[in-house]
């Protein structure tokens, strides 16, 4: 039983999947009361993508062991994975009651709650995680990204620099700082970080976007169209993407490729209102005012501020 269970955390940990789980299956079979198979079998499952069997093995492992503190987390996980964001939320809450020192259980729950746009939750969360654990990477990263959707940017920045201190080779921070940078109109700077990003991972889709948006408000649509293509060669249902692309194709009155572009994002992420937002930009360059000013007031009563500054005649480039 033991061997086949410690071959299948070997088997688990190369990411040979379906060895883990045939393993994790026949000490299972040996000992059906066996919760830590049926955690590790579980969370192979998620691994896989086969949530309902995840939560079946880890609600199996909690059955047997109600104070399996990891089982708990990883249920969340799964939970999480498939948008059952309560459900997580409670998961995550009981491995934290089960062990208050266990710092993951805090930043996935933050996760959730940054998910949910619950950022000071989220925030609180990281911080603790932060305070078990001061040289945790992931959660400087994420407590950032928080601070930065509550444009409270100089303490995105600094979480930031504390990541990119603890790991150089982390591109994800070097792109979310960029971000940061974007967000206070600094763009030389946010350059320089997408720049390092995509340096260090070349398939990193996001930095050459960001990049590509940066460029665009410099004025450089040449080098932000070069952007924005090599990003959508490297995932080309990225509507955030299409949605810089055609806003340079509109900076360069290519209107029926700015329309294609748009028409995409409604597609890919229907009723987001920010593709309204550039579609009205789109139709009021067009001169076709009135349909501009429908697009325009379905992004202003959205709360999209640019579209309410747009809607007065002299709206503004910008996230």
């Known amino acids: 039983m033991y061997s086949y269970y410690n071959r299948g955390n070997s088997y688990s940990d190369l990411g040979s999947y379906d060895e883990a789980i045939a ?4 000490a299972i079979k040996l000992d059906k009361r066996y919760a830590l198979a049926y955690n590790n079998r579980g ?8 949530y309902d069997e995840a939560i079946s093995d880890h609600t199996k492992a909690i059955k047997l062991d109600p104070r399996y503190v990891y089982a708990y987390n990883n249920r969340g996980n799964s939970y999480r994975d498939i948008g059952r964001y309560d459900e997580a939320i409670s998961d995550y809450t009981k491995a934290i009651e089960l062990d208050p020192g266990y710092e993951l259980a805090y930043k996935n729950r933050g996760w959730v709650y940054d998910e949910l746009g619950r950022y000071n939750e989220a925030i609180s969360d990281y911080t603790k995680a932060i305070e078990l654990d001061p040289g945790y990477v992931y959660a400087y990263n994420n407590r950032g990204r928080a601070y930065n959707k509550l444009c409270r940017y100089d303490e995105a920045i600094a979480d930031y620099n504390r990541a990119i201190e603890l790991d150089p080779m982390y591109a994800l921070a070097y792109n979310n700082r960029g971000n940061s940078y974007s967000y206070l109109g600094s763009y030389d700077e946010a350059i320089a970080d997408y720049t390092k990003a995509i340096e260090l991972d070349s398939h990193y889709a996001s930095p050459y976007n960001n990049r590509g948006w940066a460029y665009y408000m410099m004025g450089d649509n040449t080098r932000a169209l070069e952007d924005v293509s090599i990003a959508l060669n490297l995932d080309p249902d990225d509507a955030e993407t299409l949605d810089t692309r055609a806003n340079v194709y509109r900076e360069l009155e290519r209107y029926d490729e700015a329309m294609a572009d748009i028409e995409r994002c409604f597609k890919i992420l229907p009723g987001d209102a920010w593709w309204n937002y550039t579609r009205g930009l789109i139709y009021r360059d067009m001169g076709e005012i009135e349909k501009a000013r429908v697009d325009l007031t379905t ?4 709360g999209i501020d640019e579209a309410c500054d747009a809607l007065k005649g002299m709206g503004k480039k910008g996230r």
């Open 23 to 26: 393993d994790y299956t026949k």
């Open 43 to 50: 969370w192979v499952y998620n691994e896989l993508g086969r």
């Open 299 to 302: 992004a202003c009563e959205e």
